[in-house]
């Protein structure tokens, strides 16, 4: 660490120590600055500490520097089919009714929902956060063909449409159409 970061993360130590015990000083130097310069030093270390680790790993034939999965924390396919299934089963469940339910705690379920799933949640309901090429083609598809509808004056825009949480499309407006005047 070069002599002027040094200073600074001293002068802004002590000057951060400083009014904390005596009520009557006030603090001479920005709080923004020195914060910087201290936290760039503490990258450094902690970037340090890292190539140490991938170097002492590598040294023990060690080809991937990912850690190694832990026991306490298993990514297992049968946790994400397990909470997979209970959205599939009730698309109106909650984190809580899935934790009690699985015995997993909250962040695991978050992650497996949202960045092992892909999904999320819209008015009470999972949908898919990323659709497939076919599903979002079959969208384009309705929507273009409800359009043409309402372009011809066949189609109102009352009528209802719905999105499965499989993220399909349901056009409602010929199961049950809504009585307004001609």
Not at 77 to 105: A, P, Y
Not at 160 to 182: A, D, W, Y
Request: aromatic share 8%; with cysteine.
């Amino acid at each position: 660490m070069d002599a002027f970061k040094r200073n600074s993360a001293r002068k802004w130590s002590y000057n951060f120590i400083k009014p904390h015990t005596n009520l009557k000083l006030k603090l001479v130097q920005p709080f923004e600055k020195p914060h910087v310069d201290v936290r760039a030093s503490n990258i450094e270390k902690w970037l340090n500490l890292l190539v140490a680790r991938w170097s002492k790993w590598f040294r023990e034939d060690r080809e991937q520097i990912e850690d190694e999965t832990r026991p306490d924390r298993p990514v297992t396919f049968e946790n994400i089919e397990q909470v997979h299934c209970l959205i599939d089963d009730d698309s109106h469940i909650t984190i809580d009714e899935i934790q009690v339910k699985t015995g997993l705690n909250q962040g695991t379920i978050e992650r497996r929902i949202y960045d092992h799933m892909k999904l999320k949640k819209v008015t009470t309901r999972w949908r898919p956060n990323q659709l497939t090429d076919s599903q979002r083609a079959e969208r384009i598809r309705i929507c273009k063909e409800n359009l043409a509808k309402f372009e011809q004056g066949t189609w109102r825009s009352s009528d209802v449409v719905q999105v499965t949480s499989h993220g399909s499309i349901i056009n409602k407006s010929t199961e049950s159409r809504p009585m307004l005047p001609e």
